[in-house]
T-cell receptor
């Protein structure tokens, strides 16, 4: 089991460029999440998908879009990258409903926007 | 008032000592609680989950939950240099989202 995988691991963009961050999980989880973490800071939720076919905004959704492609995959798109989006992006997944909701994180994508 | 309050530290303990990390939370409706460890440059790793009042032990780690006082804690016994990391508490309010604390940096010194 690979758990949660993310691609790419590193990316450098110029202001205004677009890109998609990919995330996949092999734990048959219902829910998936995208977080960003700025240097020395905590985790901020960008978007999440409680189940296949649904997506909802988190704390900091502006400048991002998401697609829940199927139960395994959840992508994050930056349409026009800005330097303020320089961050480390983590994808996570969980069973979703109910009491437990233990989230498991991928290795992260380190994004720099020049 | 933040939903989850956690001292950012750093908390410095000598090798072999007990490290005690704490969080308080405001929402009495929270039902499940977690501790995550994050090494510098790495992703958060789930190390403990606790759902009922009392203690839960796993090796050198003990998670404690007190719903009446609205706090959770993590005790690390026999601290090792490799325990140096940032530890975040998190809680689930059954909304599908976790609320994370800001994290406490633990430094274990030789």
């Amino acid at each position: 089991n690979a758990g949660v995988t993310q691609t790419p691991k590193f990316q450098v963009l110029k202001t205004g460029q677009s890109m998609t961050l990919q995330c996949a999980q092999d734990m048959n989880h219902n829910s998936m999440y995208w977080y960003r973490q700025d240097p020395g800071m905590g985790l901020r939720l960008i978007y999440y998908s409680a189940s296949e076919g649904t997506t909802d905004k988190g704390e900091v959704p502006n400048g991002y879009n998401v697609s829940r492609l199927n139960k395994r995959e959840f992508s994050l798109r930056l349409e026009s990258a800005a330097p303020s989006q320089t961050s480390v992006y983590f994808c996570a997944s969980s069973e979703g409903s109910g009491r437990r909701n233990e989230q498991f994180f991928g290795p992260g994508t380190r994004l720099t926007v020049l | 008032q933040k939903e989850v309050e956690q001292n950012s530290g750093p908390l410095s303990v000598p090798e072999g000592a007990i490290a005690s990390l704490n969080c308080t939370y405001s929402d009495r409706g929270s039902q499940s609680f977690f501790w995550y460890r994050q090494y510098s440059g790495k992703s958060p790793e789930l190390i403990m989950s606790i759902y009922s009042n009392g203690d839960k032990e796993d090796g050198r780690f003990t998670a404690q939950l007190n719903k009446a006082s609205q706090y959770i804690s993590l005790l690390i016994r026999d601290s090792k240099l490799s325990d140096s990391a940032t530890y975040r508490c998190a809680m689930n309010r059954n909304t599908g989202k976790l609320i994370f604390g800001q994290g406490t940096t633990l430094q274990v010194k030789p």
